[in-house]
């Protein structure tokens, strides 16, 4: 069944890298809510932090500073409910791209014949259909990035967390996705956190946009983007202009 979305909040949350005995700064004085079933977009520059917050609010990394909460709950690990694509991607390289797509449900516990239906639905979703026996090295960068995605999709979460799970896709494959991103979320309560480098998919698929300043990475600001689902939002001419703001907003972010 599905669940009801989870909230995630970020409490001055703080993260620090111990490099061969040099502290390394990732995040600083985060905080932010994403609110229960609300998709949410973050965006900022290339190592600033981004994959940090996002392995803290999978529960794969204890903050330094501060706390991650879920539900209200301090986060002690990961949990079963969330479901993370990695910017790494984590496909087990042994593994049939069917069995790749079915390893989150069957950790889960669901029968393999259910979690093999469920799974070739989610293949079929990203266009992955045909390619079930072929292993994670057949694939393009594009078409693992794609079973990630079918993988994480196919799990009954409450939370979504995607690592830039669509910058190695083509553009209009790429829009496509982010089609089949928004129906999902729309049709599900379920609480999404997209990172991405995209201005336009931060301001397609974000109805709060999160903008990262350099490292450490800390909130420079958030914009509702309330639009979000709406018909005909990407060629509308208030699109236009909130990806020019978003852009304004990193250029600041990141004073230049
Ligand atoms: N395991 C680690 N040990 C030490 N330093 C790390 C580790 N992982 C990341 N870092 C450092 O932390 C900083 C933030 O890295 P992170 O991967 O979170 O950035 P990002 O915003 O996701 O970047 P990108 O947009 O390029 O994916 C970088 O300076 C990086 O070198
Ligand atoms: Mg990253």
């Known amino acids: 069944m ?143 990035q794609r079973l990630a995605l079918a993988r994480g999709l196919a799990i009954d979460a409450d939370l979504l967390l995607m690592d830039e799970p669509l910058s190695a896709i083509d553009a209009l494959l790429r829009e496509d996705l982010q089609d089949m991103l928004l129906d999902f979320w729309r049709r599900s309560a379920r609480t999404q956190v997209l990172v991405t480098h995209s201005i336009e998919e931060a301001v397609y698929l974000g109805q709060v946009i999160v903008v990262f300043s350099d490292r450490p990475a800390t909130v420079a600001c958030c914009l509702d983007n309330p639009r979000v689902g709406t018909p005909d939002w990407r060629d509308s001419d208030g699109f236009a202009a909130q990806c020019r703001a978003v852009r304004e907003a990193l250029a600041r972010a990141v004073d230049r």
């Open 2 to 144: 599905q669940q009801k979305g989870a909230q995630v909040a970020f409490r001055h949350t703080g993260l620090v890298y111990n490099r061969d005995g040099q502290a390394v700064r990732a995040c600083a004085d985060v905080d932010f809510t994403v609110p229960a079933g609300c998709s949410a977009a973050v965006i900022g520059p290339s190592g600033c932090g981004k994959s940090s917050l996002l392995l803290m609010a999978a529960g794969l990394l204890e903050p330094t500073d501060g706390e991650v909460l879920v539900n209200g709950r301090p986060l002690t690990g990961p949990r079963r409910e969330t479901a993370f694509i990695p910017q790494d991607l984590g496909l087990f390289p042994w593994k049939t791209v069917l069995q790749n797509a079915m390893a989150g449900l069957r950790f889960h516990g669901m029968p393999k014949a259910a979690a093999a239906q469920r799974a070739r639905e989610a293949l079929e979703s990203v266009g992955l259909e045909g390619f079930e026996r072929a292993y994670p090295k057949d694939l393009s960068g594009g078409m693992r």
